[in-house]
């Protein structure tokens, strides 16, 4: 039955799928909406996909299915400035001409061999990361990497050995803090340290003893902080989801002193700000040694879609570890490493970076002009590199924006605090920061 089943499902789609003609026009003079429930994509969407996928996800009726650099391409040979990489993840762009090459190569020698062994792209990736992080300006005590397959589960490893940290000190030194509108991943160990109450409340109980802070308020953590109770405070340098709000560097000085003195280990999630977003190596290669954490979570940029995630640690936190304390079937095969090590080679690059500076420096200046253009309704431009948002007055609907962009071939994402967030690829190319900026502009002034 499942046989048969499988397919009768397998076959239809065939029939959905237009072949695909490459004579892209850009719409991007007319506005043209989502495709039609009687078109290929309201077919494929309505009788194949959202009827056997969970509904965890509110989506349009876009059906992507290729992409080149800084565009993406639909199911109805639609064209799209990309300002969403994949929610920060694609940072050399989609179909990187030299990573397809390295995965073909990777994939015709060796894929998977479990952690039994070591394997040489891991190795040469989990040094990659600790050596380039040091040449550039970030963990000053960066020394191992745990190597795993995602964001939240890359913090959830550190988590783990943070825990395991505070209980080598004394049984009840298991408690974290974590901060207002971040956003860690959404496992039990990281949802628990992600205070939204819309993510939160369906799946309580969490984990106990998480404690939340106010961003760039030194008291609200000092009211929380306990010398014989707090394992780890857990921040993003940059947040991400929250609204792409950059931390203070005086208030993350201060975090650092406040966790030395209550022996309390201090974790950076750069997971959305890291490998080049904020136009360093690190959110927190932009900070002095007096700020740098003792773990600091990678993931989303690491594989440029490839799912990949890693857990940097110092030697403190070591330490503590022991062999079987925690491991992951997937963690640091061949073929997501081979992708990571030349990820972090090609972005632990000054030219590439100053090329991100470059960039960030043209759309902040786009960015300006349009905030100039409607001050009733856009408060702020913020976030640093390529991690930037438009925070729009509390009552305007950004979605319509969203979705205005996306009738003219621009993709764009949110953020908390009512923000519009662009996160596109590090290496964009300036006429689709161009494009982009101006589809932004009109789309703008069609939502109010
Ligand atoms: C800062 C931050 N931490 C953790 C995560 C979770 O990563 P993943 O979705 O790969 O589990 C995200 C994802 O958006 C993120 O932005």
Redesign the pocket.
Same mark, same amino acid.
């Given at each position: 039955m499942l046989r048969y089943c499988n397919k009768q499902l397998l076959r239809k789609p065939t029939t959905f799928i237009k072949p695909v003609v490459f004579n892209f026009s850009s719409p991007y003079s007319t506005s043209i909406p989502d495709a039609s429930e009687s078109s290929h994509t309201g077919e494929f969407v309505n009788s194949i996909s959202k009827p056997y996928s969970v509904t965890t996800y509110a989506r349009p009726n876009l059906v992507l299915t290729h992409g080149k650099g800084s565009y993406i391409y639909d199911l109805e040979n639609r064209k799209y400035v990309d300002f969403t990489s994949g929610? @920060?993840v694609t940072c050399l762009g989609h179909a990187n001409d030299e990573i397809t090459n390295l995965i073909a190569d990777q994939a015709s020698k060796l894929l998977h061999c479990s952690n039994l062994y070591y394997n040489l792209p891991a190795g040469e990736l989990a040094n990659k990361l600790v050596t380039k992080t040091k040449e550039f300006d970030g963990m000053k005590d960066a020394s191992r990497v745990f190597l795993c397959n995602?964001? #939240? =589960? @890359?913090?959830e490893a550190a988590l783990k050995f943070a825990r395991k940290y505070g209980k080598s000190k004394n049984p009840d030194k298991y408690e974290f803090i974590t901060f207002e509108n971040?956003?860690?991943?959404?496992?039990m160990g990281?949802l628990s340290v992600t205070p939204n109450p819309k993510y939160q409340e369906p799946f309580s109980p969490l984990i106990p003893g998480v404690h939340v802070a106010k961003p760039n308020d030194i008291d609200s953590v000092k009211a929380l902080i306990n010398k014989d109770k707090t394992c780890a405070v857990i921040i =993003?340098p940059i &947040?991400? =989801?929250g609204g792409v709000n950059p931390v203070d560097t005086e208030f993350l000085v201060e975090l650092r002193k406040l966790c030395d003195d209550n022996d309390v280990l201090l974790i950076y999630? =750069?997971? &959305?700000?890291g490998l080049g977003r904020s136009g360093k190596l690190w959110a927190h290669s932009w900070l002095g040694p007096d700020a740098h954490p003792d773990i600091v #979570?990678i @993931?989303?940029a690491l594989g440029n879609g490839f799912?990949i995630?890693a857990t940097m640690i110092t030697e403190k936190v070591e330490g503590a570890l022991s062999v079987g304390d925690h491991g992951t079937t997937y963690g640091g095969n061949p073929l997501a490493s081979t992708i990571g090590s030349f990820i972090v080679e090609k972005i632990a690059d000054e030219a590439f970076l100053s090329q991100v500076q470059d960039k960030s420096a043209k759309f902040i200046e786009g960015l300006n002009e349009i905030a100039e253009e409607n001050p009733e309704d856009i408060l702020k431009v913020k976030g640093k590199g390529l991690l930037l948002g438009l925070q729009f007055r509390p009552d305007f609907d950004i979605n319509k924006v969203v979705e205005k962009c996306r009738e003219y071939g621009l993709l764009v994402i949110t953020a908390g605090m009512n923000t519009i967030r662009l996160v596109p690829a590090l290496n964009i190319p300036d006429e689709a920061i161009t494009e982009g900026l101006s589809i932004l502009r009109k789309s703008i002034k069609e939502s109010k």
């Open positions: 929610i @920060a995602s964001g #939240t =589960e @890359a913090n971040s956003f860690h991943g959404r496992t990281a =993003e &947040q991400g =989801e999630d =750069e997971i &959305q700000c #979570t @993931a989303k799912p995630g």
